[in-house]
């Protein structure tokens, strides 16, 4: 694949390959290219195998533009959203790997359904606790 034209909106950053067909990416997934100015987003190269913003420090290849996860899941976009809270720490809380948690979070490993349900029993516990807290 190799894409030949690209442009973004507020939410994702589209390529067009070489065949016509507009491929898309969630710019969650690049949080400095998300945050990025028009003129910096404008200032890159396309090189053999993707696509390089020097001044921003972000490489995307264009095989990313072909994988099924172009979209994060909820619980993916709701950690990439909510860069305060600390990943290592959330994890201790509810007993698992922080490794674990971060390969959930940027889409190397899957949890099982169950797993789901436990990381959003202790979200919405931590967001219960904040609602109680009076000074």
Same mark, same amino acid.
């Given at each position: 694949?190799?894409i030949?034209?690209i442009w973004?909106?507020q939410? #994702?950053? #589209?390529? +067009?390959d070489e065949?016509?067909?507009?491929?898309r !990416?969630?710019?969650?997934?690049?949080?400095?290219?998300?945050?990025?100015?028009?003129?910096e987003?404008?200032?890159y !190269? *396309?090189?053999?195998?993707?696509?390089?913003?020097?001044?921003?420090?972000e490489? *995307?290849?264009?095989?990313s533009?072909? #994988?099924?996860?172009?979209e994060? @899941?909820a619980? !993916?976009?709701?950690?990439?959203?909510?860069?305060?809270?600390? *990943?290592?720490?959330?994890?201790?809380? *509810?007993?698992?790997?922080?490794s674990?948690l971060?390969?959930y979070?940027?889409?190397f490993? +899957?949890?099982?359904?169950? %797993?789901?349900?436990?990381?959003? %029993? &202790?979200?919405?516990?931590?967001?219960?606790? #904040? &609602? @109680?807290?009076?000074?």
């Open positions: 694949m190799d030949k034209k973004f909106d939410e #994702y950053i #589209y390529g +067009k065949e016509g067909h507009t491929l !990416q969630s710019l969650l997934w690049y949080p400095r290219l998300a945050t990025a100015s028009d003129k987003r404008e200032s !190269q *396309i090189g053999f195998d993707g696509i390089h913003w020097r001044n921003l420090d490489d *995307i290849s264009f095989e533009f072909s #994988y099924e996860d172009a994060p @899941t619980l !993916q976009k709701f950690f990439l959203t909510h860069k305060e809270l600390n *990943i290592a720490e959330f994890a201790k809380l *509810i007993g698992i790997n922080a674990l971060r390969n979070i940027n889409g490993k +899957k949890p099982s359904k169950e %797993r789901e349900k436990e990381i959003l %029993r &202790c979200i919405h516990k931590i967001g219960s606790d #904040y &609602c @109680t807290v009076t000074f």
